[in-house]
């Protein structure tokens, strides 16, 4: 089954941009992969944020996108706010295959 | 609006059985894909399984850990989703979330139930 890997931590000034990666053991992500995008808080149940590598729903903030970039998906924040600091991870989708990342934990310091 | 309930959650021995129920409301549960989702404590998500709707092929898929144990059914005449888990194991030990599939719908996720199987 893939490994789908993502930076176990990432640190982000307030205001900063930083950008998330996740990467497939198969080979490069592609559209065809779906990936989705996913935060989560502390005690609470995950929300997602942008599925189908780049579409928002209506409650993601604008300075939130996803793009491929490199063979691998990307979620990037610009402008970081303090309630930006969470839990993310991505999601694939290929072939039967369905596979969650390991999470990236953001924290805005 | 659109929101999942879950329900069902509870402690069982080890080699038990449990079945866990996400009530659907504020969209047309009957044309949404949905999905069970589960994380162990301190740990990332695991997708568990994903029932299509009534009449595709392939309803059903489930992940390697729960193949065979697992079973993801709905009632659309209850707006309900169900997960039977059966020959339960401690690494089961876990909250389950159900998620809606649907872009339409949002891609919610419901708030989890929590399962604790014991040795």
């Known amino acids: 089954q893939a490994v789908v890997t993502q930076e176990p931590s990432l640190t982000v000034s307030p205001g900063g941009t930083v950008t998330l990666t996740c990467g497939s053991s198969?080979?490069?992500?592609?559209?065809?992969?779906?990936p989705y995008w996913f935060q989560q808080k502390p005690g609470q149940a995950p929300r997602t944020l942008i599925y189908?590598?780049?579409i928002k729903h209506s409650w993601t903030p604008a300075r939130f996108s996803g793009s491929l970039f490199g063979g691998k998906a990307a979620l990037t924040l610009s402008g970081a706010q303090p309630e930006d600091e969470a839990e993310y991870y991505c999601?694939?989708?290929?072939?039967?295959?369905?596979?969650f990342g390991g999470g990236t934990k953001l924290t805005v310091l | 609006d659109v929101q999942l309930v879950e329900s069902g959650g509870g402690l069982v021995e080890s080699g038990g059985s449990l079945r866990l129920s996400c009530a659907a409301s504020g969209f047309s549960f009957r044309s949404a894909w949905m999905t069970w989702v589960r994380q162990a404590p301190g740990m990332g998500l695991e997708w568990v399984g994903r029932i299509k709707t009534k009449g595709e092929s392939s309803p059903t898929d489930y992940a390697a850990p729960v193949q065979g144990r697992f079973i993801v059914s709905r009632d659309d005449s209850q707006n309900t989703l169900f997960l039977q888990m059966n020959s339960l194991k401690t690494e089961d030990t876990a909250v389950y979330y159900c998620y809606t599939d649907a872009s339409w719908a949002g891609h919610v996720w419901g708030k989890g139930t929590t399962v604790t199987v014991s040795s």
């Open positions: 198969t080979g490069a992500v592609t559209s065809g992969h779906y």
């Open positions: 189908d590598t780049s």
């Open positions: 999601f694939l989708s290929s072939s039967g295959v369905r596979v």
